[in-house]
């Protein structure tokens, strides 16, 4: 956020609670003036009383409980006003700060996805440079285009993530469910993972035969977004662990890692929108905030549910839950 937003916000921040204050002012002012307006009326109607009128009695406790029903209708009225101005005070509050949180998240999107961009695009291009330039010998040649493959699949997968968050959010997106071999999707997955990235540590145990009803390019993000996060978020040297078993109709894919853990805090904004622990100017890992937040969409969509524990000794273990029929 910029300065002169950070200042516009304190100003607007400041006036806003300065007419708050104004106004709890004015009511109670109000209520003084009327309960003083009423005490000064009731004293009058008093001197006007004549001690030996045999009515006196009756006339002195009608006036007292007129004075009496005054002043607990101006506490009714002022109670409520009150109540009124501070549950719109606390909405007017809360709106502005998801606002406001909401539009840091989007700052720290766009610059994440600017730089999640540029990145694989030079690298492609200087790729294709030294091979159009340069003579290389074959398995120099082969490292560069394998190099530049894992560059577009990482830009092609920021813009699936990009679009599927997008047509998720707007409700455009038709799930096509067909019955999909979860264990053979899965160990592709974990595959291909261990493919791309040779010199990481990625052990799988799943249970062979489990099917779910399900749309097989959400379940491939699914999967691929949470070893994808795993891998980011543990030591080069640690195992990420992919485990896929079923019992009790209860169908539980994990994915753990040996990282450095979240924090209570962090646990239940994990799977929000646009949300990455850290600033995004001094944060070394790549990302945009969607991978878990679409993981959650897509378990939501299956009517399952996904949550995120602690691993031991460190780390993370994100555990999904469908349910089979």
């Excluded at 005490?39 to 006007?48: A, C, F, P, S, Y």
């Excluded at 009515?55 to 007129?66: C, D, G, L, R, V």
Aim: hydrophobic content about 40%.
């Amino acid at each position: 956020m910029s300065f002169f937003s950070k200042h516009k916000l304190v100003v607007l921040t400041s006036v806003y609670w300065l007419m708050l204050l104004y106004i709890l002012a004015a009511l109670f002012w109000w209520f003084i003036a009327l309960n003083n307006q009423n005490k000064i009326m009731n004293d009058l109607r008093m001197q006007d009383l004549q001690k030996d009128d045999p009515q006196f009695a009756m006339k002195h406790n009608k006036i007292i409980a007129e004075k009496n029903r005054k002043t607990a209708q101006y506490i009714g009225e002022g109670t409520i006003f009150l109540a009124l101005i501070l549950i719109g005070a606390v909405f007017i509050y809360r709106a502005t700060r998801r606002q406001i949180k909401l539009s840091q998240q989007q700052q720290n999107f766009m610059m994440a996805v600017t730089h999640e961009l540029k990145t694989p695009i030079a690298v492609t291009r200087l790729n294709l440079e030294t091979l159009l330039k340069r003579k290389l010998e074959p398995d120099k040649q082969e490292r560069l285009i394998s190099h530049t493959i894992q560059e577009t699949d990482r830009l092609n997968v920021l813009c699936n993530n990009i679009l599927l968050a997008a047509q998720l959010d707007s409700g455009s997106y038709r799930i096509t469910k067909q019955e999909i071999n979860l264990s053979e999707l899965i160990d592709g997955c974990a595959e291909d993972f261990k493919i791309r990235f040779p010199q990481r540590k990625i052990e799988a145990l799943i249970q062979e035969g489990i099917y779910i009803e399900s749309e097989e390019l959400l379940l491939q993000m699914l999967v691929n977004n949470l070893i994808d996060n795993a891998l980011k978020y543990s030591p080069k040297e640690a195992v990420v662990m992919v485990s896929l078993n079923e019992s009790d109709k209860k169908i539980k894919l994990q994915v753990s890692d040996e990282g450095n853990g979240l924090t209570d805090d962090e646990k239940k904004k994990v799977f929000e929108k646009f949300y990455r622990t850290g600033n995004e100017n001094t944060r070394k890992t790549k990302g945009t905030g969607l991978g878990l937040y679409l993981c959650r969409k897509i378990v939501e969509d299956q009517k399952g549910k996904i949550v995120v524990s602690d691993n031991q000794p460190s780390g993370t273990i994100f555990t999904t839950t469908f349910y089979s029929s």
